[in-house]
């Protein structure tokens, strides 16, 4: 089992993301991680501290969310000792599929996990990059669902605190590292 490392000081992690105003849209505030991410010590102490939230819970899978939960969902599997599985947009999987839809601000959109990923009962952790409304989550929390699968978590380098996308799942422990109030 890894062990952890120092306390990471989660401000020296913030001062690593990027803010960029109106993007993709007028009006929107983008945290851009790529800064985080180039930074080597940034980037593993992110990594060890999404680790040693998940140390000692015998997690068997982490699941990353397409796109940017392939970055961290395999450094942290590596981390935990634990399998990594990938969720994916619709026709990328070459094997039989479960798929969930689900709704978008403006319209719908699928994501799809090979039937056989997650074995019924094992311990399960879903990470992505960032928590905003939640419906990306909700839909693969589904997917973990369909399959059996236990939810022992569910990661996230950034929340926005003000969408309040963290209420849709009260029965699941909710880990974010980065904290955003605008």
Not at 27 to 54: C, E, Q, R, S, V
Not at 139 to 154: C, E, N, R
Request: glycine share 8%; aromatic share 10%.
């Amino acid at each position: 089992m890894p062990e952890t490392s120092k306390p990471v000081n989660i401000e020296d992690l913030k001062k690593l993301v990027r803010t960029v105003p109106d993007f993709p849209k007028p009006g929107i505030l983008f945290y851009d991680i790529t800064t985080l991410l180039k930074d080597k010590t940034g980037f593993a102490k992110l990594i060890d501290a999404l680790a040693a939230h998940y140390i000692g819970r015998n997690i068997d899978l982490i699941l990353g969310i397409e796109a940017r939960g392939f970055i961290f969902g395999p450094a942290l599997a590596y981390r935990l000792n634990a399998g990594f599985v990938p969720v994916r947009k619709p026709r990328k999987l070459p094997a039989p599929v479960a798929r969930v839809t689900y709704d978008l601000e403006y319209g719908t959109d699928t994501l799809e996990i090979h039937m056989d990923a997650i074995a019924p009962g094992q311990n399960v952790v879903l990470v992505d990059d960032l928590l905003a409304t939640g419906g990306t989550m909700e839909a693969t929390v589904k997917l973990v669902k369909q399959l059996g699968g236990v939810i022992a978590g569910l990661g996230f380098a950034i929340e926005l605190d003000f969408l309040k996308g963290r209420e849709r799942f009260k029965e699941y422990d909710v880990f974010s590292l980065l904290h955003y109030d605008e």
